[in-house]
């Protein structure tokens, strides 16, 4: 079982209900009078303000979780919105108050710089950033978006006489029978476009209060603004053009050939949408498991296979109870998510398994997010536990979707686990592709506030045939232009995506390692993980013997090593 952890500052009551604003305000209050005359005074400060904003953080990730798990229900929902409404426009004033009081005071300067430059960094960032008035509309933002996924969670279809969530739909585009897969995936497409108009609504207000933000922190758009925010410090926007022009070049062309030979295999002219996922060779369709149970077990074996420390640190979340909500279900909101909570040092993991072998690649992936999690659960400053760069964070998942390709044989026959690899890395010559047409898509968007509706359908389809594979659209073509509301990135963290491209790059280099030695490239990675963010991205990736780059030389580099695995492992 996880032990329960006891924090280094005693500070905060080990009884707070941190959910609620009054019995935080005292503790925030006491800090933000509290006289720093030395080094020490500023550490011990450190200590105690990171136990306390655990102890909110907590609060509100639990809530949110408790609202992602039953968006259908007004209590659950209410107290999440409570605490949208009355505690966190509260801590984020109190939060910069805390910020400044440290920026100005000259004992700052005197901590040992190995220990607390990133932190120095993030927190006069965080100062020069901050505007009162963008408070407000950040609120109205996270409102937003959980209107965005109530929406997301009530979409059902009736299909084969069964009341069914889109996601449990996806099982049916691997069904052989041809006309079942087009049934499902014209009736869930309808469902989404039912929809859209209320989406482009939520997604409208979303672009004009996005836009204030920026205004009002001195920006000339949102995206000059995200990059700061989201402390990018490593690279630029031209960063994030490269790496689309080296997918382009290097994967896309790949795409569109693994599309063309599933087309011949199937002895259509072209694909359509609902030929994509079922076997060419007219075998059955992969089925992992038959209930999360079952993925939990099978996961764990995996991992105790992998490396023992990994497996026993899977099994400490199973035995603690409440570390996973993993069925689709209605009320449900879309997609999967690992979430720390951060008083208990406990994570929980979010999914919509409906026994595909995207399921086991999902469970893997926030499994890694989990293991980031508490390989850096000792670490006694919130920011360096809660803030690690989401490029080196994703890393941490990408990686045992890769290193697990020798366990497969824990869900599968011998010969099924080398289908479910093949899978996977052909999966990879979309999702890079689609991360580039995402990443692309929001730099459209967000340096061209003001647009209309029509203009940034236009924008959609010509970023999305830039990187789009060889499919035929016709007579879709108003499902295709609203594709990316799918996306739920677009809607609550506006520009996280290329992350997961950088990502990538790195766990292919990971996985690279680990063909070569398993034992130190696992060695490397749980060393780097234990940092946290505690370093700066570049160091990250150099703890873990990789390097930080995406540029087109490093993408076509590591694209020819999938390639290669391509040739080597038949479909």
């Known amino acids: 079982m996880l032990a329960s952890f006891t924090p280094a500052s005693k500070f905060v009551p080990a009884t707070l209900d941190a959910a609620r604003w009054e019995n935080l305000a005292p503790l925030y209050a006491e800090l933000i009078k509290r006289e720093l005359r030395s080094k020490a005074d500023v550490e011990a400060f450190l200590l105690d303000r990171s136990e306390l904003d655990a102890a909110a953080s907590e609060a509100g990730s639990q809530l949110e979780i408790n609202m992602t798990c039953a968006t259908n229900d007004v209590a659950i929902k209410s107290a999440y919105m409570a605490f949208v409404d009355d505690v966190e426009p509260k801590l984020k004033e109190v939060s910069f108050e805390l910020d ?97 108009e209320a989406m482009d609504e939520i997604f409208d207000k979303m672009m004009v209060l996005r836009q204030s933000v920026a205004v009002n922190a001195g920006f000339k758009d949102y995206r000059d603004y995200a990059f700061k925010a989201r402390r990018r410090f490593d690279y630029t926007a031209a960063d994030c053009d490269n790496f689309a022009s080296g997918v382009e070049m290097s994967v896309v062309p790949t795409l569109r050939r693994l599309h063309a030979e599933r ?41 105790h296979r992998m490396d023992v420390s990994l497996g026993r640190m899977f099994d400490s979340m199973q035995t ?61 400053l919130l920011a360096y536990r809660a803030e690690i760069p989401l490029e080196f964070c994703e890393v941490a998942s990408m990686s045992m979707e890769l290193t697990s390709y020798p366990y497969l044989n824990e869900f599968y026959s011998a010969e099924d686990a080398v289908r479910a690899r093949r899978v ?135 694209w020819g090593e999938v390639e290669r695995e391509l040739e080597s492992t038949p479909a």
Not at 272 to 283: C, H, I, T
Not at 353 to 378: I, K, W
């Open 100 to 196: 400044r009081k440290l920026v100005q005071c000259p004992f700052l300067a005197e901590l040992d710089q190995s220990r607390y430059a990133v932190l120095v960094r993030d927190l006069r960032s965080a100062v020069e950033l901050f505007r009162p008035e963008n408070i407000a509309l950040e609120t109205e933002l996270t409102k937003l978006n959980t209107e965005y996924q109530e929406l997301s969670g009530k979409m059902t279809v009736t299909f084969q006489g069964q009341e069914r969530t889109l996601q449990q739909m996806g099982k049916f585009q691997e069904e052989l029978d041809r006309s079942v897969r087009e049934d499902a995936w014209r009736l869930t497409a309808a469902r989404r476009f039912t929809d859209r």
């Open 263 to 303: 087309s011949r295999a199937m002895g259509l002219a072209k694909v359509r949408p609902w030929d994509l996922s079922v076997d060419v060779k007219g075998r059955q369709p992969l089925r992992p498991f038959e209930n999360s149970g079952e993925l939990l077990s099978r996961t764990s074996r995996l991992f």
């Open 320 to 380: 603690a109870g409440g570390c996973f909500d993993l069925d689709s279900r209605t009320g449900k909101a879309p997609g999967g998510y690992q979430s720390m909570l951060h008083r208990q040092r406990k994570p929980f993991i979010f999914m919509n398994a409906v026994g595909v072998q995207r399921d086991v690649d999902t469970m893997v992936h926030e499994a890694g997010h989990a293991f980031h999690s508490l390989l850096c659960r000792d670490e006694n």
């Open 424 to 558: 996977h890395m052909e999966s990879l010559a979309t999702i890079l592709p689609w991360i580039a047409t995402i990443d692309q898509f929001q730099h459209w968007l967000y340096t061209n506030p003001g647009h209309s509706r029509a203009d940034r359908s236009q924008a959609w389809r010509s970023i999305h045939t830039r990187f789009g594979g060889d499919l035929d659209w016709s007579g879709l073509e108003e499902y295709r232009e609203s594709l990316w509301h799918r996306q739920l990135h677009l809607f609550s963290s506006p520009f996280y995506y290329i992350e997961y491209g950088i990502a990538q790059l790195g766990a292919l280099q990971l996985y690279g390692r680990y063909k070569r030695d398993a034992g130190v490239a696992i060695r490397d990675y749980k060393a780097a993980l234990s940092l946290g963010g505690s370093k700066p991205l570049p160091e990250l990736f150099k703890a873990a013997g990789l390097r930080f780059d995406f540029s087109a030389p490093t993408i076509a580099q590591s």
